[in-house]
């Protein structure tokens, strides 16, 4: 009866549009106070979670990812993709996954990612003749790449909340990002071969791919130098995202010469903005966690799950419908704040690594940023190709199943995201 009457609170608060940050704070602090806990547990419960070393990384690789998206970094890329794959079937929808990938690798953001190839990818897809819809979901659910493929920000918060290792996250996700981006690549050639509405290209010259390919290698250096510093030991994630950020200043203000002063102060105050809001629904998150387990509201859910959910396929499917469900009211970092804490020790207990399971939860929350209404990459594509929210709802609808089939796939065989971090 408790856990009902704290769900219907939680989605009372939010369905009258109250933050997700005060949601989860308040109900946190009024479980504290009507349990006869001290309220004080509230402020000490913010104060352990935000000193911790690693949430530094959040800020340092959102001013990377905004300073490249000022940069113009997003059509460099693009532009060196195409060249290579714009003759393909589907060529132009072909380039712009892989230069979602390409991006998400430097980033670590699918709001940053979206926005930046969305700019670019969006007027020429559809100049050159793609369905509109089509467009928008396929960059929509590109955009999700971001938190799958490292660096993820995701990964960062779910590492520090259970205290796995980030890098072991961080090389789990290589493997499920590949698939989604085989996945995205395979269909969107299909959809172009049989469904048409585009416009065949002719391949690019070798030296339009060479010039084209010297002007963005920095930015792809960037991603390799980032990822080979985590992989190595040679940084922390914190710390590599410090080094990311000062070499993107370096690239988009002395190499590209494309980072103008408003550009950079823009960059600095949309960092800011995410990052205080990331920051008060990790405190808020923080506070009704340290409240249900007081009430041990996640034991007894994992006693639940075990007297009546006996096999870890049966699990998996319920907790997926659950997380669709809670996808549709919650964005995707207060899912993993608020899941991961209930969630985890009933799927260690049915056998799951807890790498294994944060990977899937990661990809539970991709669903969630392409489902109406609160998908957040649905509102960054609305507002990049100015349309309506109902053609880019409709459009990321096969991508969503796409994404939901990885997640079956990734059940079935889960050594392709534990095979890298046990291994190497």
């Not at 339009?208 to 930015?219: D, I, T």
């Not at 809670?326 to 690594?353: H, K, N, Q, R």
């Not at 990977?359 to 100015?386: F, R």
């Amino acid at each position: 009866m408790t856990t009902l009457l704290i769900l219907v609170a939680l989605f009372a608060l939010l369905l009258i549009r109250v933050p997700v940050a005060f949601t989860l704070g308040g109900i946190g602090l009024a479980m504290l106070i009507f349990g006869g806990f001290s309220p004080l547990m509230a402020p000490q419960a913010i104060l352990s979670t935000l000193d911790g070393f690693i949430l530094l990384a959040v800020p340092l690789f959102l001013l990377m990812s905004n300073i490249l998206l000022k940069g113009g970094v997003g059509k460099d890329l693009f532009a060196a993709v195409h060249a290579w794959v714009g003759h393909w079937p589907g060529g132009l929808a072909v380039a712009t996954i892989l230069s979602c990938a390409i991006f998400a690798a430097i980033s670590g953001s699918s709001v940053a990612t979206a926005a930046t190839i969305g700019t670019v990818a969006i007027p020429e897809m559809i100049s050159r003749g793609y369905e509109r819809r089509f467009v928008y979901g396929l960059l929509a659910a590109g955009g999700t790449l971001g938190i799958l493929i490292p660096p993820s920000i995701p990964m960062i918060v779910y590492g520090f909340v259970t205290e796995q290792s980030v890098i072991a996250l961080f090389l789990a996700g290589i493997g499920p990002g590949i698939l989604l981006v085989v996945l995205f690549i395979a269909f969107a050639m299909i959809h172009a071969r049989w469904f048409g509405g585009y416009r065949s290209e002719p391949a690019a010259s070798v030296d339009e791919r060479l010039r084209s390919s010297l002007r963005a290698l920095p930015s792809v250096v960037l991603a390799v130098f980032v990822i080979g510093v985590i992989y190595s030991g040679i940084a922390t994630p914190t710390e590599a995202a410090a080094i990311g950020f000062a070499v993107a200043l370096v690239i988009t203000g002395v190499v590209l010469r494309s980072l103008s002063w408003q550009g950079l102060k823009e960059a600095a105050y949309d960092s800011m903005v995410t990052t205080v809001a990331i920051l008060l629904i990790v405190a808020g998150a923080k506070v009704f966690g340290k409240a249900i387990t007081l009430y041990r509201l996640p034991q007894e859910i994992s006693m639940f799950i075990g007297q009546n959910i006996d096999t870890p396929l049966a699990f998996i499917l319920v907790v997926s419908v659950v997380l669709l469900i809670m996808g549709l009211v919650f964005e995707a970092l207060s899912m993993v704040l608020i899941m991961t804490p209930v969630l985890l020790p009933a799927a260690m207990a049915l056998g799951f690594d807890p790498i294994w399971f944060g990977v899937y939860m990661v990809v539970m929350v991709e669903c969630a940023l392409i489902t109406p209404p609160v998908g957040l990459n649905l509102y960054v594509i609305q507002s990049v190709a100015k349309s309506s929210l109902s053609d880019v709802s409709r459009g990321v609808l096969p991508f969503l199943a796409l994404m939901l089939l990885s997640v079956a796939i990734l059940y079935i065989w889960t050594d392709l995201a534990l095979y890298i971090p046990f291994k190497f």
